[in-house]
């Protein structure tokens, strides 16, 4: 069994979702979309002003980006922060199926690469991004990686826990609502 197609690579601005998760759809020969990409204009005024996003901002480009992911031919990767629980369920309920890779980096590293990018989200909303992150729980399927190497070998890693969660499914189906009781 190949590796699970509908990837989520998640975490805070400056974990390193864009460029793990590019490099990861170029290792299983899928799409990639930034979901910054797919934020409405009002939103990216909104980040770009300083101004943390609430749920009402996020529920209509969370859906987007499920939409987007269950659409892509073939399966494809998302860099999408999905910082807590109910925007992955969001994304859950739009692409069953979806596997969550969250990428671990310590906040003052964050801090060092918010400041050292162009972006719409100034590095002032670290705070926000950090307050508002709800790690992955063990019900979802996923899991936690740190984003320590270079892009390529944090984007093998992901690879080869992909697979063995691919080898895994094999044996024992993961439940594609993990709010389903067995």
């Not at 996020?58 to 990767?77: E, F, N």
């Not at 697979?163 to 067995?182: E, F, K, M």
């Amino acid at each position: 069994m190949s590796a699970p197609r509908r990837i989520v690579v998640m975490g805070p601005a400056g974990s390193g979702k864009t460029a793990v998760g590019a490099a990861l759809a170029v290792d299983l020969a899928v799409d990639f979309v930034d979901a910054d990409d797919l934020h409405p204009d009002a939103n990216v005024a909104k980040m770009s002003a300083g101004i943390a996003l609430d749920d009402a901002d996020r529920w209509p480009w969370l859906d987007i980006v499920g939409r987007t992911l269950a659409a892509l031919p073939g399966g494809g990767v998302v860099a999408c922060s999905a910082l807590a629980r109910r925007y992955r369920d969001r994304i859950r309920a739009a692409a069953p199926g979806v596997v969550f890779v969250e990428l671990l980096v310590d906040r003052d590293e964050l801090a060092r690469r918010m400041h050292a990018r162009e972006h719409f989200m100034p590095p002032a909303l670290l705070d926000s991004q950090v307050a508002a992150l709800e790690h992955l729980g063990a019900d979802e399927r996923g899991f936690a990686l740190p984003n320590s190497g270079s892009v390529l070998e944090v984007a093998a890693a992901a690879l080869a826990q992909l697979d063995a969660l691919a080898r895994t499914a094999q044996t024992a189906p993961i439940d594609p609502d993990p709010r389903s009781t067995r």
